[in-house]
């Protein structure tokens, strides 16, 4: 993992491309999934099925232009996928507003799902307002992160066989002790 933070750091441009690929993956096979779910469901209200389907086409789109952005400008992949975040976190934000309009109509409360609304639009907002500097912040710190973890498994690892060798050379220089050896 230490090997992982230096290249993050010395090269973030092809390592977030890499690692924005395989979350763009995910995000298509998100958005399939609220297709399926699109068509499975047949007996939710129009609003929510409506929703569903335009944050799963939102999601499909996001990841397929992620994964050609990867391919074919990833010096740009950055400030490109801040919009893009900023526009999956808009539309679950309308997805969910959609949600608690229609339990709120129905008497059900979900306090935590307003408060996701705020956040998801509040996230929006701040990505669409300042992409740069998001940007730039998140790799950073995402690469300290890892040359962290990389560090303390590497010092982990190493102090853990410099105890198992010290624990051997205690072993072996504690000699038997017979019964009855030094009775005189």
Do not use: H, W
Not at 4 to 18: E, K, R, T
Not at 110 to 135: C, H, K, N, Q, R
Request: hydrophobic residues 60%; positive net charge.
């Amino acid at each position: 993992m230490l090997f992982i933070g230096i290249y993050m750091i010395l090269c973030p441009s092809s390592f977030m491309a890499v690692t924005l690929s395989v979350f763009s993956v995910y995000m298509i096979f998100d958005g399939i999934r609220g297709i399926v779910s699109f068509f499975r469901f047949r007996d939710l209200p129009g609003g929510i099925r409506s929703t569903v389907l335009s944050k799963s086409i939102v999601a499909i789109g996001a990841g397929i232009a992620i994964i050609a952005m990867s391919i074919a400008r990833p010096d740009l992949l950055i400030p490109v996928f801040v919009y893009i975040a900023g526009a999956v976190f808009l539309a679950a934000g309308i997805v969910n507003l959609a949600d608690y309009i229609i339990l709120s109509r129905r008497g059900i409360k979900f306090g935590y799902l307003g408060i996701e609304v705020v956040l998801l639009f509040l996230l929006a907002v701040l990505l669409f307002l300042f992409p740069v500097f998001i940007g730039s912040t998140v790799i950073s710190v995402f690469a300290a992160l890892i040359f962290a973890a990389g560090a303390v498994s590497i010092t982990s690892g190493i102090y853990s066989i410099l105890l198992q060798r010290r624990i051997r050379t205690l072993v072996r220089k504690t000699e038997p002790v017979i019964p009855g050896q030094y009775d005189e």
